[in-house]
């Protein structure tokens, strides 16, 4: 049985993915449902490659990493596949584990421009009609990861300290404005119950 | 942040009318897009690219944001502009795909 295989390239990336259509659905014999084999090619680096839990998986890395990048949070993305971290704000750190023991772990540094590119290729297999069953339902409710600025340790001190200052400084200025008026307003308002009494004995009298 | 005396607010029409803009003028672009992000990436190699769209940007922005506010300011620092500049830049390069406008919204949205 021949199986498909379908090409998207941007730039420098190419998406090569093979595989079956599903003939039990009655598919176009185009299509693929079933992915038998997918690599990730990128200009000067290595092939990425393996089934199609290993694709999810990367494609989920990537687009949780993306976001994440836009978003003003911490940009990591860690998993037992791969792990994707920024060297600075320009460069990226893919780091792609085997699941075999033998085999070292790969780092690949690419750059904003690759990601992009890597980012792209993602979506036109997402939009593709003719590649099925890649998007499920997983990636639609990606989690909005925003407690994960809370594992550095600078973030929480950024993130605790200005409501204890504004605590603490609250606190203090009231005390000092119980010190300074609470007798003066004691005083007038004696002084003010006093008028009072004075004018209602008057009135009474009159 | 405009240099503006208007202040009118956007109807939600007009927003995702300017999205769907800015999203189809980023696909037609991307080749510029992504060769200042690569001009970026390798500096030393191709500044060029980089360089000139920098300076065109500031150009713009101290011509047309009010300067005097301290967000315009921290976007015309040297020293610290080159990380929102990127991610101006990659928000449009992630958003050429066909849902690219549903994308560019979510992303301004989250914002």
Same mark, same amino acid.
């Given at each position: 049985m021949l199986q498909n295989k379908f090409l998207f390239n941007q730039s420098s990336v190419t998406l090569e993915i093979v595989g079956l259509p599903d003939y039990s659905n009655n598919e &176009?014999? &185009? %299509?693929?449902?079933? !992915?038998?084999q997918w690599k990730l090619m990128i200009i000067d680096k290595p092939p990425i490659e393996g089934n199609i839990d290993h694709l999810k998986t990367i494609i989920r890395a990537f687009y949780c990493y993306s976001n994440s990048l836009l978003n003003n949070e911490i940009a990591l993305f860690e998993s037992n596949l791969i792990d994707i971290k920024p060297e600075n704000y320009y460069s990226h750190i893919l780091l792609l584990k085997s699941t075999k023991p033998e085999v070292k772990p790969l780092s690949i540094k690419i750059g904003n421009s690759v990601l992009a590119d890597i980012i792209n290729c993602f979506d036109q297999l997402g939009s593709s @009609? $003719?590649?099925? %069953? !890649?998007?499920?339902k997983e990636f639609k409710s990606? @989690? @909005? $990861? $925003?407690?994960?600025?809370?594992? &550095?340790k600078k973030n929480i001190l950024n993130f605790l300290l200005p409501p204890l200052v504004s605590i603490c400084s609250i606190f203090l200025i009231s005390t000092v404005f119980i010190y300074v008026y609470d007798n003066n307003d004691n005083r007038s308002l004696s002084n003010n119950k006093n008028k009072l009494i004075s004018i209602n004995h008057i009135n009474k009298i009159l | 942040m405009r240099n503006s005396f208007n202040n009118n607010d956007i109807k939600v029409e007009e927003f995702e009318a300017l999205i769907k803009l800015t999203a189809e003028m980023a696909k037609f672009l991307y080749p510029y897009i992504r060769q200042i992000l690569q001009s970026r990436d390798d500096f030393i190699r191709i500044p060029k690219a980089w360089s000139e769209f920098k300076n065109r940007y500031i150009e713009l922005i101290s011509e047309r944001?009010?300067? @005097?506010s301290m967000r315009v300011k921290r976007l015309l620092d040297p020293r610290s502009n080159d990380e929102a500049f990127i991610k101006i830049l990659l928000t449009l390069a992630f958003? !050429?795909? &066909?849902?690219g406008f549903q994308k560019l919204k979510a992303t301004l949205l989250s914002y």
């Amino acid at each position: 049985m021949l199986q498909n295989k379908f090409l998207f390239n941007q730039s420098s990336v190419t998406l090569e993915i093979v595989g079956l259509p599903d003939y039990s659905n009655n598919e &176009d014999e &185009d %299509n693929i449902s079933i !992915i038998s084999q997918w690599k990730l090619m990128i200009i000067d680096k290595p092939p990425i490659e393996g089934n199609i839990d290993h694709l999810k998986t990367i494609i989920r890395a990537f687009y949780c990493y993306s976001n994440s990048l836009l978003n003003n949070e911490i940009a990591l993305f860690e998993s037992n596949l791969i792990d994707i971290k920024p060297e600075n704000y320009y460069s990226h750190i893919l780091l792609l584990k085997s699941t075999k023991p033998e085999v070292k772990p790969l780092s690949i540094k690419i750059g904003n421009s690759v990601l992009a590119d890597i980012i792209n290729c993602f979506d036109q297999l997402g939009s593709s @009609n $003719k590649v099925k %069953n !890649i998007y499920s339902k997983e990636f639609k409710s990606l @989690n @909005n $990861k $925003k407690f994960l600025f809370l594992l &550095d340790k600078k973030n929480i001190l950024n993130f605790l300290l200005p409501p204890l200052v504004s605590i603490c400084s609250i606190f203090l200025i009231s005390t000092v404005f119980i010190y300074v008026y609470d007798n003066n307003d004691n005083r007038s308002l004696s002084n003010n119950k006093n008028k009072l009494i004075s004018i209602n004995h008057i009135n009474k009298i009159l | 942040m405009r240099n503006s005396f208007n202040n009118n607010d956007i109807k939600v029409e007009e927003f995702e009318a300017l999205i769907k803009l800015t999203a189809e003028m980023a696909k037609f672009l991307y080749p510029y897009i992504r060769q200042i992000l690569q001009s970026r990436d390798d500096f030393i190699r191709i500044p060029k690219a980089w360089s000139e769209f920098k300076n065109r940007y500031i150009e713009l922005i101290s011509e047309r944001f009010n300067t @005097n506010s301290m967000r315009v300011k921290r976007l015309l620092d040297p020293r610290s502009n080159d990380e929102a500049f990127i991610k101006i830049l990659l928000t449009l390069a992630f958003c !050429i795909s &066909d849902d690219g406008f549903q994308k560019l919204k979510a992303t301004l949205l989250s914002y």
